[in-house]
């Protein structure tokens, strides 16, 4: 049985994740900010599997070196989440993305000081994979959208993580980066909203939310398109990389590369019943020619098409009263 940790283990992402370790079998340490929100620790000790095989640890990014005594003793470590808004209480650091920076900084030493990992799997967003002409080698940091504050963050904080690829003399443990389009289709959490699922972004034009609608824009602005994985794919993929004998370096995941424009035409033709509220779109677009070939190559599979993930995501906005 593998002995794993996940970081931000109550996000939407990473809750799934953790699911999908504790159904393989897997010993798993997962971190949360605080272990008295009954609502986040709820969602993990719930699972499959929980009581026998997951500890809850207390650890935070401000302060990274709450994050030792999770990764002693693991094989794999899971950099799932990160904050989207700045601690404005921390004196020792002056944003997010210098939070974030150090402390990958800290963790690569702490999995080298624990002897025992030997892979750190770091899910990094795609917004700033998926630009028209880049590929995995190119990273785009700039701040000028609020969002972009995030995304910059995620990508100086990958430049840290991969940098150890390159160690000279050897390296202790290998590091993979995974550029996730916009994430799909389910979610653990009990109620659907931004903070716990990006499902909400997806359905967007069919709920009205002027916010998500223009997050979607700020994407399709920025990528030429709004690439979209089915959250049991994401999570699948972070396990396929766990299981490689030896994998380093980054691998964009996505199902496929949609425009706004057939996120729209997609759920007008299957839910004639539900009125299309926002239609203003961000343009054509230029469809993304990158694509998932890394890891197709690797022999991982897709399970969910484009057209599946976007049925699951307003399946489950009506389950959940969103629709």
Known sequence: MSRVCVTGAA?????????????????????????????????????????????????????????????????????????????????????????????????????ERSKTVRRIIHTAPGERSWVQGLDERVMLVSAQHP???????????????????????????????????LVGGDTLHPVLSSRMSSVTMVVAALTGNEIHHNALCFMQALLGSVPLVHIDDACAVHLFCMDQPSMAGRFLCAAGYPTMQDYVARFAAKYPEHKIILKELAGEGVRVPGDSSKLVELGFRFKYSVEETLDCSVECAKRMGEL
């Not at 963050?153 to 390159?166: A, G, I, V, Y």
């Open 147 to 181: 969002l972009q504050a995030y995304v910059a963050s995620k990508s100086l904080s990958e430049q840290e993580l991969l940098r150890h690829n390159e160690s000279e003399g050897g390296r202790a443990f290998e590091v993979v980066t995974l550029a996730c389009g």
């Open 11 to 111: 996000g939407y992402i990473a809750a799934w994740l953790v699911g999908k370790l504790l159904q393989r079998g897997c010993i798993v340490h997962a971190t949360l900010r605080s272990l008295l929100d009954e609502e986040k620790t709820a969602v993990l000790t719930v699972l499959p599997g929980a009581a026998e095989r997951l500890t809850l640890f207390e650890a935070d990014i401000y302060n990274a070196t709450t994050f030792e005594p999770a990764i002693q003793g693991r094989e794999f470590v899971f950099l799932v989440a990160t904050p989207l808004m700045h601690d404005n209480s921390s004196t020792k650091y002056k944003s997010v993305t210098e939070a974030i920076v150090d402390a990958h900084r800290l963790i690569l030493q702490q999995c």
